[in-house]
């Protein structure tokens, strides 16, 4: 299927409208002209019929037609014409007809009532011309009774006219839609010269100049929104583009490691006998190796699936000590191994989340301030409530974490220091599940370290009525 160019699509709309609007001027032009002739010729021929009989009240109809026949003829001026002179069922005394029209019956209006254009008949003829015809009654001089007129005539000389002026209204019509058409193909091809002046400034942008924006100096006013689109969309895409390298990157520098010291143990115990506890050793190693690479790659798929546009999440009224008591006495055993204490310090708070969610993101949140607390320190757990919604927070004691690390801890594969205890057992992906969790419950998430005090929060709205 061929598809037309908008300049093509406007040029043709213009010459529509362009003949509709000549061609129903020129419509009403022709009816306005032939109504005009059609009143000029029943006024002619009424006047010549009130001529012959105001002729005829004064003189002696039969002498009169013995010494000038041809009068008659000469009064109607036209060869169509038709005029008949007859006393009531008696033999025409004369009959003009030189196109041998058949003459109609018609009531003749009567000799002492006054002519006008309503006695005047319209009838056609056997090709379709119109024919128009006046019957009158005429008192003469003489004692004969009343003398009745017919005249009539054929309009072939106006249907001509007519049939002219149809050619002429549908010949003009055509030429200024033509016309219209190529004058409106230049304006709209110039009028959009901005518009391919703007495709070809986005189809030279790639992935090597996405940093390129398209510029607004000299665009109309319409295409203002378009480019600012358009320059909207270029930044997502280069913020999600950079995002997407990044993680890509990081991604292969954490996954080298685990395949490099898997490579290495089986290469070294390949290369020689091993006894049986040496073979043990490795495969428990590799084992450990493996479960990180596991946890990596469903920690991927979850991000994956969480930051989907159509992933819907079950909102509930959640009480925030049953489930700061519950991560907490899931976190004992590890809290106990470096003698850290769990306190938490909370009121009456509910929050709207979907539980397991809710879990996920506070276990993360305690793993992270468990792996990096110092030893014998205290880990807090706390809520605030609010008109707008409900603050959790993880605080713990440990080393501080430079504010230019801040805001980038909810990245993927972020560390803000790989060197920091417990960063080896870590790959970068628990915050990150963290943010998604959050931007599933349209909230807000953050983090302050100072005086070596760290403290993550996470902000769930309020819901008004069930979710």
């Given amino acids: 299927m061929m598809r037309r160019s908008l300049v093509a699509r406007l040029a043709l709309l213009f010459a529509l409208i362009a003949f509709v609007v000549i061609g129903a001027v020129g419509t009403a032009l022709y009816n306005v002209l032939a109504m005009q002739l059609e009143r000029r010729d029943d006024a002619a021929l009424v006047t010549r019929v009130d001529q012959i009989r105001t002729l005829l009240r004064d003189v002696d109809l039969v002498g009169l037609i013995h010494q000038k026949p041809e009068l008659f003829a000469n009064m109607l001026g ?83 006219l007519l049939r002219s002026y149809r050619g002429q209204i549908l010949l003009v019509a055509c030429g200024a839609a033509l016309l219209l058409a190529l004058l409106a193909w230049l304006v709209a091809r110039r009028g959009l010269l901005p518009l391919r002046r703007l495709a070809e400034q986005t189809g030279a942008i790639g992935m090597r100049n996405l940093s390129v924006r398209i510029g607004a100096a000299g665009a109309p006013q319409e295409l203002l929104p378009l480019i600012d689109s358009f320059n909207a969309m270029l930044d997502r895409l280069e913020r999600g583009f950079t995002q997407l390298s990044q993680v890509s990157a990081d991604m292969a520098h954490d996954l080298r490691t685990p395949i490099g010291i898997l490579l290495g143990q089986t290469e070294v115990a390949l290369g020689q006998p091993r006894d049986a ?182 902000f769930f709205p309020a819901v008004s009525g069930p979710a």
Wanted: net charge negative; proline share 5%; glycine share 8%.
């Fill in 78 to 160: 036209n060869r169509e014409a038709l005029l008949v002179l007859r006393f009531p069922g008696e033999v025409p005394l004369i009959e003009v007809n030189p196109g041998r029209s058949p003459v109609p019956e018609v009531r003749p209006v009567g000799a002492d009532s006054p002519l006008s254009l309503d006695a005047v008949q319209h009838l056609q003829a056997a090709d379709g011309t119109p024919f128009i015809v006046v019957a009158a009654g005429a008192r003469t001089a003489g004692p004969q009774p009343e003398l009745q007129i017919i005249a009539g005539r054929l309009m072939t000389e106006r249907s001509r």
């Fill in 277 to 458: 506890a040496y073979y043990e050793k490795l495969l428990g190693s590799n084992f450990e190796e493996l479960q990180r690479l596991s946890r990596m790659t469903d920690n991927m798929l979850y991000l994956a699936h969480a930051e989907h546009a159509g992933n819907a999440i079950e909102r509930k009224a959640l009480a925030v000590a049953d489930e700061f008591q519950r991560i907490c006495e899931y976190f004992e055993g590890p809290a106990d191994e470096r003698a850290i204490r769990l306190a938490c310090r909370l009121g009456a708070a509910t929050v709207w989340a979907d539980p397991m969610l809710l879990r996920r993101a506070l276990a993360n949140l305690l793993a992270n301030a468990v792996r990096h607390a110092d030893a014998g320190s205290e880990i807090v757990l706390s809520a605030e409530a609010s008109a707008d919604g409900v603050t959790l927070a993880v605080e713990n004691h440990g080393a501080t974490i430079a504010p230019e690390h801040l805001g980038r801890l909810f990245d993927r594969f972020y560390r803000a220091d790989a060197a920091r205890a417990g960063s080896a057992g870590s790959n970068g992906l628990g915050l990150s599940i963290v943010r998604s969790i959050m931007t599933q419950h349209q909230g807000r998430w953050g983090a302050a370290s100072s005086a070596g005090v760290t403290r993550f929060s996470l």
